[in-house]
Each structure stands twice: as structure tokens, then as C-alpha cells.
């Protein structure tokens, strides 16, 4: 026996809950860069850490900056109430995703974590965008 199935392999019924729950909140920088390069982008993304700046100097296309801490209901009531939002921060390194992600649920708006973040994005060699 392997290390591999030391632990037996769940279920195919328990499999397909497990991997559409993370699926449900989560998404990767090919599929939002599919999105953004083919027209079909249906979310708002959402550069939720780091300061003016630091957004000005390299940030995704299409993406607004918003940092977590600036998350309020307020803010939010900019967009309808069923607008999905796709957040991503730094990287692996980061949790600021987590954090926007979860005020986010919290206020009752539909959230999706982009996973590798803006490491992730330079990792597939996608193009960044710069300036406000």
C-alpha cells in the first residue's frame, strides 16, 4: 500500500458535494482571464488589499480596488444585490481575499476567491494592467 490509500478514497456522491462546495466559492486566474479576454465577464473583480498605489502600479484588467477594510454596507449598495463579486489579494501568502471574502457572505452578496491571486496570475503569464 501507498501513502496515497492509506485513506480510502471517499465516495463519488461524497466526492462531487466536496468538490462543487469549493467550486461554489471559488475560482482561478484562467477562468476569470477567459472571462475578461472573451466578453463575458458577468462579476465585478475586486483588488481588495494594498494601498492607491500599489493598485496603480499593477492590478488586474478590469479589476476596481476596493480593500477589505473598506468593505462596508454602504459601499456595497453601489451594485444590485445579486452582483457576483470575484476578490483576490497578493497570493498564497495572503488573506486579504479571505477576509473581503468573507465580509462579503456576511453581507449577503455572492463571493468567489480567485485561488493564486495576483501571484497566480503572474504565474500564467497573463498581463497586468496599471493606473487608476
Known amino acids: 500500500m501507498s501513502f496515497v490509500t492509506d485513506?480510502?478514497?471517499?465516495?463519488?456522491?461524497?466526492?462531487?458535494?466536496?468538490?462543487?462546495?469549493?467550486?461554489?466559492?471559488?475560482?482561478?486566474?484562467?477562468?476569470?482571464?477567459?472571462a475578461l479576454t472573451n466578453d463575458q465577464q458577468d462579476f465585478v473583480l475586486l483588488h481588495v488589499v494594498g494601498s492607491a498605489e500599489t493598485f496603480a502600479t499593477r492590478h488586474l484588467p478590469a479589476a476596481l480596488h476596493l480593500p477589505h477594510r473598506e468593505i462596508t454596507p454602504q459601499r456595497m449598495a453601489e451594485w444590485p444585490a445579486d452582483t457576483l463579486f470575484v476578490?483576490?489579494?497578493?497570493?498564497?501568502?495572503?488573506?486579504?481575499?479571505?477576509?473581503?471574502?468573507?465580509?462579503?457572505?456576511?453581507?449577503?452578496?455572492?463571493?468567489?476567491?480567485?485561488?493564486?491571486?495576483?501571484?497566480?496570475?503572474?504565474?500564467?503569464?497573463?498581463?497586468?494592467?496599471?493606473?487608476?
Open 7 to 34: 485513506y480510502p478514497a471517499a465516495a463519488p456522491v461524497d466526492a462531487v458535494a466536496h468538490f462543487l462546495a469549493r467550486l461554489s466559492v471559488e475560482t482561478d486566474c484562467a477562468d476569470v482571464h477567459h
Open 87 to 132: 476578490v483576490y489579494c497578493a497570493g498564497p501568502h495572503c488573506n486579504g481575499a479571505d477576509q473581503a471574502a468573507l465580509k462579503l457572505a456576511r453581507l449577503g452578496r455572492p463571493v468567489k476567491i480567485m485561488i493564486g491571486g495576483i501571484t497566480g496570475w503572474q504565474d500564467e503569464g497573463f498581463a497586468f494592467a496599471s493606473g487608476a
